[in-house]
């Protein structure tokens, strides 16, 4: 069974970093692509950022460019992201989405819990 | 970007009634691969989405057959044939077809 959990939110302030962790299980992690999305308190879905399967191509949205860092240690079997210069729109349950292949996009067929951020002075 | 346009924002509906979703896209949704990467996602009060439906189509494994999407190009509907009160939450159709991936505002289904 496919499990994603999704660790380190937490409240930052404004201009902090952050860097929120996705342990997978029960699939070949090195095998597949993933993507951070969030959801800020009482919106819909927004893509954050992708990565293949051998961290070798990333995608980010264009509000997040330049200032998160999608990265991913197929040892470990976790997905990162590095949030720096945190702003308060950034405040969003943040979900680790799992992809079928290793350059296969879009699909968001496996869904983690959600860790919440929380960008506040 | 490509805009995904839901409506309507909100659906009333009796049980055991349909329901039906409309999701519009701003460009074709059709990949140089020939697929149409249209994906439904549930999302129940307090709880991560789940994949309904995934090319336009298909519905994952554990989804009752209730549920079906259809639609081509730039238009696309998800359909509940008879709405049960497990059916409440909010309804995301989501594009992955261009860069950058994209989602619809959502529908919230409720029960009258």
């Known amino acids: 069974e496919v499990q994603l959990l999704e660790s380190g939110g937490g409240l930052i302030q404004p201009g902090g970093s952050l860097r929120l962790s996705c342990a997978a299980s029960g699939f070949t992690f090195s095998n597949c692509a993933m993507n951070w999305v969030r959801q800020a308190p009482g919106k819909g879905l927004a893509w954050v950022s992708a990565?293949?399967?051998?961290?070798?191509?990333?995608h980010y949205a264009d509000s997040v460019k330049g200032r998160f860092t999608i990265s991913r240690d197929n040892s470990k079997n976790t997905l990162y992201l590095q949030m720096n210069s945190l702003r308060a729109e950034d405040t969003a349950i943040y979900y680790c989405?799992?992809?079928?292949?290793?350059?296969?996009?879009?699909?968001?067929?496996?869904w983690g819990q959600g860790t919440l951020v929380t960008v506040s002075s | 970007d490509v805009v995904m346009t839901q409506s309507p924002l909100s659906l009333p509906v009796t049980l055991g009634q349909p329901a039906s979703i409309s999701c519009k896209s701003s460009?074709?949704?059709?990949?140089?691969?020939?697929?149409?990467?249209l994906n439904w996602f549930q999302q129940r009060p307090g709880q991560s989405p789940r994949r309904l439906i995934y090319?336009?189509?298909n519905r994952d494994s554990g989804v009752p057959d209730r549920f079906s999407g259809s639609g081509s190009g730039t238009d696309f509907t998800l359909k509940i044939s008879r709405v049960e009160a497990e059916d409440v939450g909010v309804y995301y159709c989501?594009?992955?077809?261009?860069?950058?991936?994209?989602f619809g505002g959502g529908t919230k289904v409720e029960i009258k």
């Open positions: 989405v799992k992809e079928p292949y290793t350059t296969s996009f879009g699909w968001f067929g496996s």
């Open positions: 990565i293949s399967g051998n961290g070798g191509t990333t």
């Open positions: 460009q074709s949704l059709v990949y140089s691969d020939g697929n149409t990467y």
């Open positions: 090319k336009v189509s």
């Open positions: 989501m594009q992955g077809t261009h860069w950058p991936l994209t």
